[in-house]
T-cell receptor, first 113, second 115 residues
Framework: DAKTTQPTSMDCAEGRAANLPCNHS???????VYWYRQIHSQGPQYIIH???NNETNEMASLIITEDRKSSTLILPHATLRDTAVYYC??????????????FGAGTILRVKS | DAGVIQSPRHEVTEMGQEVTLRCKPI?????LFWYRQTMMRGLELLIY????????DSGMPEDRFSAKMPNASFSTLKIQPSEPRDSAVYFC?????????????FGSGTQLSVL
């Protein structure tokens, strides 16, 4: 699986958009970008994933560059409850036998009032 | 849906004792994953099953660790004998594989302390 690079930490003001970058310059054509987050003392939570098109759901938006070498997770209106570690993961298309996700260090997002 | 259920939430044991962690995946899910999290090493995948069959156990640290999935609704992770370095939070996760929308659902974890 391709390796990802994320900033160690970021701060964001409450109510503002949080933009979390991820670099995956060695991504291959059949690899998806997944984002998960982990709020303190809880298990990781799925946020969103995409292949090459931008994606949006009720939690966030995912913007993938045209060359697919980087992506940005956008939380449009961050709240204090969004304070968490955010993981960007690149992995091959999930197959019938399941697909393991390898978590890196992630980005610590601190939302401040 | 109750989500992924893990038990116990907390386990304190002494070095050398056997420890068994339990997991009930979400009904209908066909893949199950065991992860371990420590401050030093982050989240590590230990093993995962698909349709009750172990697919990849390359993350299992050593022979002291074993995992089973006797049926689709239950899995165990056993450590025997336990050592202080096994202290960590152990997470179980499940997913429905074979779909474009595969995503992992994690349990609340088991905090293991080996004294």
């Amino acid at each position: 699986d391709a390796k990802t690079t994320q900033p160690t930490s970021m701060d964001c003001a409450e109510g503002r958009a949080a933009n979390l970058p991820c670099n995956h310059s060695t991504i291959s054509g059949n690899e998806y970008v997944y984002w998960y987050r982990q709020i303190h003392s809880q298990g990781p939570q799925y946020i969103i994933h995409g292949l090459k098109n931008n994606e949006t759901n009720e939690m966030a938006s995912l913007i993938i560059t045209e060359d697919r070498k980087s992506s940005t997770l956008i939380l449009p209106h961050a709240t204090l409850r969004d304070t968490a570690v955010y993981y960007c993961i690149v992995t091959v298309f999930p197959g019938l036998r399941g697909n393991k996700l390898v978590f890196g260090a992630g980005t610590i997002l601190r939302v401040k009032s | 849906d109750a989500g992924v259920i893990q038990s116990p939430r907390h386990e304190v044991t002494e070095m050398g004792q056997e420890v068994t962690l339990r997991c009930k995946p979400i009904s209908g899910h066909n893949s199950l994953f065991w992860y371990r999290q420590t401050m030093m090493r982050g989240l590590e995948l230990l093993i995962y099953f698909n349709n009750n069959v172990p697919i990849d156990d390359s993350g299992m640290p050593e022979d002291r660790f074993s995992a089973k999935m006797p049926n689709a609704s239950f899995s165990t992770l056993k450590i025997q004998p336990s050592e202080p370095r096994d202290s960590a939070v152990y997470f179980c996760a499940s997913s429905l594989s074979g779909t474009d929308y595969e995503k992992l659902f994690f349990g609340s974890g088991t905090q293991l302390s080996v004294l």
